[in-house]
Nanobody, 127 residues
Framework: QVQLVESGGGLVQAGGSLRLSCAAS????????MGWFRQAPGKEREFVAA????????YYADSVKGRFTISRDNAKNTVYLQMNSLKPEDTAVYYC????????????????????WGQGIQVTVSS
């Protein structure tokens, strides 16, 4: 079973950047696609970005496309979310999660496709 721990969140001004990291324990990290989701106060959890197990395919929500970049380093068991040009509406708790299915040939965006999840990390963008 993979265990996930996010880091890198915090408070940033609008237009700034943050890089989130998600460190995975367990030897099977490289077999699974990874995703980032977020949940703002009073809203449902939403998909942000996902990357395939080999790192050769990625997909983004329209709201972050062109501003956020997902990447992974399988040697370090870590997935990253580089967030640039941050907006106040990006304020949320961000979660990383592992695809339930190993060696999946496509990137998936539904939260039900992912388990386990990290504990989440707060990102706050001030205007």
């Amino acid at each position: 079973q993979v265990q996930l721990v996010e880091s890198g969140g915090g408070l940033v001004q609008a237009g700034g950047s943050l890089r989130l990291s998600c460190a995975a324990s367990g030897r099977t990290f490289s077999m699974y696609g990874m995703g980032w989701f977020r949940q703002a106060p009073g809203k449902e959890r939403e998909f942000v970005a996902a990357i395939s197990w080999r790192g050769d395919s990625s997909y983004y929500a329209d709201s972050v496309k062109g501003r956020f970049t997902i990447s992974r380093d399988n040697a370090k068991n870590t997935v990253y979310l580089q967030m640039n040009s941050l907006k106040p509406e990006d304020t949320a708790v961000y979660y990383c999660a592992a695809d339930r299915t190993y060696y999946r040939t496509r990137v998936v965006t539904g939260s039900y496709e992912y388990d386990p999840w990290g504990q989440g990390i707060q990102v706050t963008v001030s205007s």
